[in-house]
């Protein structure tokens, strides 16, 4: 059976035909649908070689022969020459536009041996029965089944066929033609569309509503059943009745709570299986209830109980739907959990209220923390900071880890283990949305999620404001969805994707937004985030400079972003088109490494060599006390001083050749298979960490050890003198890649994939270098003397 029109246009071509129209058929057409006296119009469909539609001109009509094949109508012409009666059309009958056709209708329309080989057999006779003239017939002429060969059967109808293509019209004559059925079909009446039954299903699943009900303490209701393990409320819907009021239904048959319908939203629906036969699961958020709680089936159950959320990873046996349950409303505080598919509803949920009074004590302590560090000036900020339920957008965490002002607990690893979301310490959070400047009803981007941030967002926005928020993880997606629904403010739009492309131009308003936020550690600056920013708005995120990661908020002036403000801080690395793992070159069998965090490794060979040789070292009468923040040194250092890398350690070493604490990374320089690193020593000791001292110093390796020392430490001395104890941030604009130099502002350059930072330093020459080799100056934090104040714990993503 032919299926293209290529097949069809070969089978043409090759002089192939079908069964000649036989006198029998030419007789019955005569009889039955003869041509009405003056403009008789008939359409053949498939007309193939053209017998049918020259005898149709001859009996009277005016014919319209369609074929989707253009050697088709090549032979009709061949072999039924000479007719001025017969229009031939090129076309598709299931695919084509047919605007081509006679648009008053015809009063016969044909298909001989062509409606078995129809794809979309209803739809072509239905468009075909619009077609015709009142009184106007369609006849089919086909093979039946029971007269063809097995193998040919997809050229004929059965009997369940023929019924089925006579059952849309008023009168239905069948005919016999030689062995071909021909049905005369007039008066098209499609039937209405109407519900209808297989008849008596045998029973293949199981399916059942779970009720989520929290109390005015924010937890949950589970109860301990006759089984040994803990439940939700609910079990099976009777009959067709709404899953969500069979919810209802069981809350007050198994524990005495009474919720309205309306009460009741279905949040999800769960797919599993148990022993082989499907489970399907109405998971269905209770947002109120009365009542008091009771135990009316105590059968069923031996007690009913109410638990934190941040002790639901450690309550034992729990039953299966009911354990995916809580995961859904609450992800991430039931892990490994078994496989189940997950089909969430778009229905609104309003926000559930509930918290202990702990959270309420901890929250203002937290608030007060915050204000008191200076990192909340302003009043909208510490109300957010008061208002917003922190621990409820990290359920899995207890009160005291969610209110802790300088912890970010961890929401989501890799498989390795590393950190790839959290909420962030709420000093940092505080500071970084202070730096935004929003005013009411300001529409902010966020760009990595989690919900409590947006939360602290739209909050300071108010009511007139909103918050986009994106994250390349679905799961910090459906968290940040879930926790939002639960406990937000209605004003949060989370979408999945890699923000680094910008919010979705649905999100985006037209004019730019009032502020962006990005919450993971870049390495560079996304056009897109420049691009979608008003003109005169906040920009901060967290970016990394030779490694050393600085929370910047740029203002936006034309093309051009402009530092205002820096804090020492450090997140989660970037995932998706932002990702990168910074080059490193290891040194003596991988116990020292140098990593270029802004570009290729440079100036490394014959370093091995120089290790293994002399080490130079220069004091550079630099010192500092117990606690002091060296953060400007490092920044300074590693975007003024060309070959910068970060030298670190395995493990302690002090054995003649480096002397680093594990863990750090010193700032250093390389050229020309040398290398001098930046670090300090203890000069005095005293019985208090006030009372004591350290000096910066330089170790050096290799022929050029000496120059690079003295560079390095004059780099040391003129952060001392310049910048030391003034401004100790430098002036810094982004500019677009591609930016002629001679356009660029004078300053130290650091050339990045998206952009170029201009770096202008206090006392630094006011000239334009040549730009520095991206890469000609990566850098990485120095340890810090005991008790120092470099910085905050690192953080990971802000939530």
Not at 85 to 102: M, S
Not at 333 to 357: N, R
Not at 568 to 585: E, M, N, S, T, Y
């Amino acid at each position: 059976m032919y299926e293209t029109p290529d097949e069809w246009d070969a089978h043409y071509r090759e002089g192939r035909g079908f069964r000649p129209l036989g006198e029998r058929e030419r007789a019955l057409l005569t009889e039955h649908v003869p041509a009405p006296d003056g403009d008789g119009r008939a359409l053949d469909v498939g007309s193939g070689t053209g017998e049918l539609a020259a005898h149709l001109a001859t009996s009277g009509y005016r014919v319209d022969a369609v074929d989707y094949t253009a050697s088709a109508h090549d032979r009709a012409r061949s072999e039924h020459p000479g007719s001025d009666r017969i229009r031939r059309i090129l076309l598709d009958v299931e695919h084509g536009d047919p605007d081509c056709l006679d648009p008053g209708g015809y009063d016969l329309i044909t298909l001989r041996l062509v409606y078995p080989f129809l794809t979309c057999r209803t739809g072509v006779v239905r468009g075909l029965g619009q077609r015709l003239r009142p009184g106007g017939a369609l006849v089919v002429i086909t093979p039946t089944a029971a007269d063809v060969p097995r193998d040919r059967r997809d050229i004929a109808l059965d009997e369940a066929e023929i019924a089925l293509l006579a059952g849309d019209w008023e009168t239905a004559e069948r005919l016999d033609a030689d062995g071909l059925t021909l049905l005369i079909l007039r008066g098209h009446r499609p039937p209405a569309t109407r519900a209808v039954e297989k008849g008596t299903p045998a029973g293949h699943a199981l399916i059942g509503a779970l009720a989520v009900v929290t109390d005015d303490a924010g937890r949950v209701l589970l109860g301990r059943s006759a089984q040994g393990m803990l439940e939700l409320p609910g079990g099976k819907s009777a009959g067709a009745e709404d899953l969500a009021a069979a919810a209802v239904r069981e809350l007050e048959e198994e524990t005495g709570l009474v919720a309205a319908p309306d009460s009741a939203v279905v949040v999800t629906m769960l797919l599993d299986a148990v022993v082989g036969v499907p489970r399907l699961t109405a998971v269905v958020r209770v947002t109120a209830w009365s009542g008091t709680l009771s135990n009316p089936e105590p059968q069923l159950f031996a007690k009913w109980e109410w638990h934190t959320l941040a002790s639901l990873a450690a309550l034992g046996p729990v039953f299966t739907p009911a354990a995916h349950a809580l995961n859904e409303i609450w992800p991430g505080t039931l892990p490994g959990l078994p496989p189940v598919t997950s089909y969430p509803l778009a229905a609104g949920q309003p926000p559930v209220p509930g918290e202990p009074a702990e959270a309420v004590r901890l929250r203002r302590a937290m608030a007060d923390a915050v204000t008191a560090g200076g990192w909340a000036a302003s009043e909208p900020v510490q109300t957010a900071l008061r208002t917003v339920p922190r621990h409820r957008y990290m359920p899995e965490q207890d009160l005291r880890t969610a209110y802790d002002d300088d912890a970010a607990p961890v929401t989501r690893r890799s498989a390795t283990g590393r950190a790839t979301s959290s909420v962030s310490a709420p000093w940092l959070q505080a500071d970084m949305i202070e730096s935004l400047r929003l005013r009411p009803g300001a529409v902010v981007f966020e760009a990595g999620s989690g919900g409590y941030n947006a939360e602290l967002l739209a909050q300071v926005a108010g009511p007139g404001g909103r918050v986009v928020t994106g994250d390349i993880d679905p799961y910090v997606v459906q968290r940040t969805r879930r926790f939002t629904a639960e406990a937000g403010s209605g004003r949060v739009t989370a979408f999945q994707g890699d923000a680094a492309a910008g919010a979705p131009a649905r999100l985006a308003p037209r004019d730019g937004f009032d502020g962006i936020m990005i919450t993971y550690n870049v390495r560079d600056i996304a056009p897109p985030w420049r691009e979608q920013l008003a003109d005169g708005a906040i920009l901060v995120l967290p970016l990394e400079i030779h490694g050393y990661t600085r929370a910047i908020a740029f203002e936006r002036r034309g093309e051009v972003l402009h530092a205002r403000k820096f804090t020492h801080c450090g997140f989660v690395r970037a995932q998706g088109a932002h990702a990168r793992r910074a080059p490193a070159v290891e040194l003596l069998d991988g116990e020292l490494r140098l990593r270029f965090e802004d570009g290729p490794p440079a100036g490394t060979g014959g370093l091995e060599a120089a290790l293994r040789g002399p080490r130079h070292e220069i004091a550079t009468g630099v010192t500092m006390g117990s606690g002091f923040y060296f953060g400007s040194l490092q920044l300074y250092t590693a975007t003024t001083q060309t070959g910068f890398c970060r030298l670190s350690a395995d493990r302690a070493r002090d054995s003649g050749t480096v002397r680093l604490a594990p863990g750090d990374a010193a700032p250093a320089i390389t050229g020309e298979g040398s290398l001098a690193y930046l670090t300090y020593e203890q000069i005095r000791h005293g019985d208090t960490p006030t009372e004591s001292l350290w000096e910066w110093a330089v170790h050096a390796f290799g022929d050029q050890g000496p120059r690079l020392a003295e560079r390095l430490a004059a780099t040391v001395r003129a952060w001392d003198r310049d910048v030391r104890n003034g401004a100790e941030d430098p002036a810094l604009s982004v500019h677009p890649a591609g930016t002629p130099d001679d356009q660029l502002p004078a300053g130290d350059i650091l050339d990045k994939a998206h952009c170029r930072l201009v770096f202008q330093w206090p006392g630094r020459p006011a000239t334009r270098p040549a730009p520095a080799e991206s890469g000609s100056a990566p850098a990485v934090r120095t340890g810090n003397p005991p008790g120092s104040a470099t910085a905050t714990a690192t953080e990971v993503r802000t939530s």
